[in-house]
Every structure is written in structure tokens, then in C-alpha cells.
């Protein structure tokens, strides 16, 4: 496998990862809202699953910067998403597409005559942590990417932020979460696995407002396992709402299957 179809099986997978929403010509940033010191962490966390994103369809554009430490680039997306479905993500002229789906992550390159079509395991050690479509669409929508319902969180403030920690310590696995006051979406969410020096760190620079939407607007992301670091931000613009959507995706002919272990990442 050549360093030039290594390079992009990574910027394909990050795109599946990390890509989803947001940028519209009437978009409104948000500022930021008031905090309340006498907030239960009960009531915080129920605030923000009260503000979850509702919608159908999304589709429009985004833009992705990614560097490895190594090397950069910037790249330009059309992307469709059916809520809890399906998302779906073309290259200029369909030289690379992607199409993901609660059960599969297939994409292929028209450059190498390749293609990879499997489950979450390569994304799920790109990024050091367990993942599926639920996470990932969660993730992108400024929203927890595990239930905080289903445990007990201490809540303190820091910052203009809720910070939100778990009072029973899971095994092996630490998580951060903070959320912002206005819209009870998350400014961050902190994934780590101490002993397999793994870092996932989640930042929303801030939220906008597209007709009744509450989205991020921009995302940046630092994915750490030992001394490997990828960070990727994110930018999406020019998205419609609930809009029809189609997902058009054939694996060409006599492409070469892509079979990735935890050395391509």
C-alpha cells in the first residue's frame, strides 16, 4: 500500500468520524448564558437531554483541517444525513465517498482502485475509544457521546462551563464532561484511558442558531494513543433541514477490498 493511499485511508476515516452538521447563510452564534450555582447535576443533565437536536434530514457542506504531526490538509465535503440512519459524505468529482450506517462503515478510493467496508473497530481505535453510529452521531451533535442518565455525576463550575463527573469512577476509563449554560449543550467531553496512554478531547468553539436549530458551529478534536496525536477541526456551512436526501453508494467493479489492522492507523 502506497504512503499516498495510507494517508488517505486515515483522512477518510477521521471524515467518517468527525463529520456532520451546521453553517447556513442565516445562521446566529450564540452568546454565551449565565450560570447557576444552585443547579443539581441531576437537573443539568436533564436539561441537556431536553435540548437534544430534532430533525429528519441535514445535508449541505463541510470543511475539515487534519493533521497528523507529520502532515496536514484541508478538504471540502457534500455531506447527507437521515437522523439515526444513515450519513453519507462525497469528495469533489466522487473521487472518495463514504457511507455509514448503524451496521457499516464502507467507503472507496477511485485513485487507488480500493475499497474498505466493515464495522466500527478501525474507528473505534483511531480514536481510543469504543464507538458506534449512536456515539459518533451524538459526538457531532453536541450531545453526550455516552448516557449520562444511566450514572450518578458530581457537578461543579469552571469557567463559564458545568462540569459534570461521574461519582463512581468506571474501571480503567475517565470521563470529563462540561456543559455550557445557554442551551445545555456540551463545550466539552473528555475520554481517557490512562493506561493505554489514549486521549479523546472534544471542544465546541460555540453554538448557532439556524431557524429553530441549536448546532455547533465549530469543532476541534485531539485524538492522542502514546505519543501518536491527530487533531482534526471541523466546519460546516451551508446545511438545509429536512429536506429530501438520497444516498448513492456502489462499490465499483473490480476494486481491491482494504483489510485494516491497528497499524494502518
Not at 502506497?2 to 451546521?22: D, E, G
Not at 445562521?27 to 449565565?34: D, F, R, T, Y
Not at 467496508?117 to 457521546?145: E, W
Request: net charge positive.
Amino acid at each position: 500500500m502506497t504512503n499516498v493511499f495510507r494517508y488517505a485511508q486515515k483522512w477518510v476515516a477521521l471524515c467518517v468520524v468527525l463529520t456532520l452538521l451546521l453553517g447556513c447563510k442565516t445562521k446566529k452564534i450564540l452568546a454565551e448564558g449565565s450560570l447557576n450555582a444552585n443547579l443539581s447535576a441531576k437537573t443539568v443533565i436533564r436539561s441537556h437531554y431536553q435540548n437534544s437536536l430534532d430533525f429528519k434530514t441535514l445535508r449541505g457542506k463541510m470543511k475539515i483541517d487534519y493533521s497528523d504531526g507529520e502532515s496536514s490538509q484541508g478538504l471540502s465535503l457534500s455531506v447527507r444525513i437521515k437522523k439515526d440512519s444513515a450519513i453519507w459524505m462525497s469528495a469533489p468529482l466522487g473521487i472518495v465517498k463514504v457511507y455509514i450506517t448503524p451496521q457499516r462503515v464502507t467507503f472507496y478510493n477511485k485513485l487507488e482502485n480500493e475499497y474498505f467496508d466493515g464495522d466500527f473497530t478501525y474507528l473505534s481505535n483511531l480514536l481510543g475509544t469504543d464507538l458506534d453510529y449512536g456515539k459518533i452521531q451524538n459526538l457531532l451533535l453536541g450531545q453526550a457521546m455516552f448516557d449520562m442518565r444511566l450514572n450518578k455525576y458530581d457537578v461543579s463550575i469552571s469557567g463559564d462551563n458545568y462540569v459534570l463527573k461521574p461519582k463512581n469512577t468506571i474501571e480503567l476509563f475517565k470521563i470529563l464532561f462540561e456543559i455550557e449554560p445557554k442551551n445545555f449543550k456540551m463545550a466539552s467531553q473528555i475520554l481517557s484511558q490512562p493506561l493505554k496512554r489514549r486521549l479523546l478531547d472534544i471542544n465546541y468553539k460555540n453554538y448557532q442558531k439556524i431557524n429553530k436549530w441549536i448546532l455547533p458551529n465549530q469543532i476541534f478534536i485531539v485524538a492522542t494513543e502514546g505519543t501518536k496525536r491527530n487533531t482534526i477541526e471541523i466546519e460546516y456551512r451551508n446545511m438545509e433541514f429536512d429536506e429530501p436526501v438520497s444516498f448513492p453508494y456502489k462499490i465499483p467493479n473490480g476494486f481491491k477490498e482494504i483489510v485494516l489492522t491497528k497499524d494502518d492507523i
